[in-house]
């Protein structure tokens, strides 16, 4: 076991946008005459196997059942919790293999492309489930740091003790309550499910880093997470998919199907979302621009930006701050 947290996802802050602008244009100028129009227009508008990228819907709910494995990569604007029992979870998550052990939580923002690998753990662990939006998250007020961690794409994985223990019976009453149609017990549900979150933060603390890697003992994997990993530390810049098979020394058909394989997606889809879930960041935590957003997300131009977002969050990028901006920065802390 070793500390993690999501090191190789660091987000630009609005003071970075100019140095980030002068770095893009860097990048062109030694970059873009290398390829051909079909590839650059696939940098400019992002538009290659997005729709292998499942967008799930945000909604609250709560569930039980064994492990399984993912057909592709996913997403869902909703902070989702799994407690762990039996064996570990293991995740593709941003770019990062992550383990949820037994005997553990798992927090993580799931707007962040991930899929539970194919492996024998998945299959014999049993899990409690839980959703939250996004956008009841943020109204509870909880503490800054929290919510930054979440938000930059950095799982918090605890175990549970004492002071901060979480059962399975408790996901068992929360999914009667939200399935019975009272408006009464809902609130009770969600009552609940926010002391039981704030505990179990205020017991693990964040001081140091929650989340744990496995190790890859497939070479397939191993390349697979390499390639995973630049695209997250670098979706910002103009970068292909060839430049993606590139940084795991691989062909790039090769690297394509692979990576396929492996994440259940396209490089090109699984760059998009991770734009994506930055620019809904950007404008939850900032008061950039949408013209200045699209940038620093790493899209192409303004209107690739505007049409590719609101296709997959189902509104458009004015509409997503508005219903969430507010709350993300009015909350006390």
């Not at 630009?12 to 970059?31: I, N, P, Q, V, W």
């Not at 052990?101 to 489930?129: K, T």
Request: hydrophobic share 40%; net charge neutral.
């Amino acid at each position: 076991m070793r500390p993690s947290g999501l090191a190789l996802f660091q987000p630009y802050e609005l003071k970075d946008l100019e140095s980030l602008r002068m770095g893009r244009a860097k990048f062109r100028e030694t970059k873009v005459g290398t390829r051909s129009h079909a590839e650059q227009s696939l940098v400019e508008h992002g538009s290659v196997g997005q729709s292998q990228v499942e967008v799930h819907p945000s909604e609250l709910k709560c569930w039980q059942g064994n492990g399984y494995a993912m057909r592709g990569a996913h997403r869902h604007d909703d902070i989702e919790v799994n407690l762990v029992d039996r064996a570990p979870l293991k995740y593709m998550f941003g770019g990062t293999p992550v383990e949820v052990r037994p005997g553990h939580v798992g927090l993580f923002w799931a707007a962040m492309p991930h899929r539970l690998i194919d492996c024998p753990e998945n299959w014999n662990s049993y899990v409690c489930w839980l959703h939250i939006p996004l956008g009841t998250i943020l109204n509870w007020g909880l503490p800054e740091t929290v919510v930054s961690h979440l938000l930059r794409g950095r799982p918090i994985l605890c175990a549970t003790g004492e002071s901060n223990r979480i059962e399975p019976a408790d996901f068992g009453h929360w999914s009667r309550d939200l399935a019975s149609g009272s408006d009464e017990l809902r609130q009770v549900a969600l009552l609940e499910i926010q002391a039981r979150i704030r505990r179990l933060i205020h017991g693990a603390g964040l001081t140091t880093r929650l989340s744990y890697e496995w190790t890859a003992t497939d070479d397939g994997v191993r390349h697979a997470t390499a390639m995973a990993q630049f695209a997250a530390t670098h979706f910002r810049e103009p970068i292909t998919a060839t430049d993606v098979a590139s940084s795991a020394h691989l062909h790039p058909n090769y690297a394509m199907t692979l990576f396929h394989q492996v994440l259940g997606t396209t490089i090109g889809a699984y760059l998009t979302q991770c734009r994506v879930a930055e620019a809904q960041r950007l404008l939850i935590t900032t008061h950039a621009t949408t013209s200045e957003i699209a940038a620093a997300a790493g899209f192409g131009s303004q209107s690739a930006f505007y049409a590719t977002f609101t296709r997959i969050c189902g509104q458009p990028p004015g509409a997503y701050r508005r219903a969430h901006h507010h709350v993300a920065t009015t909350n006390p802390t």
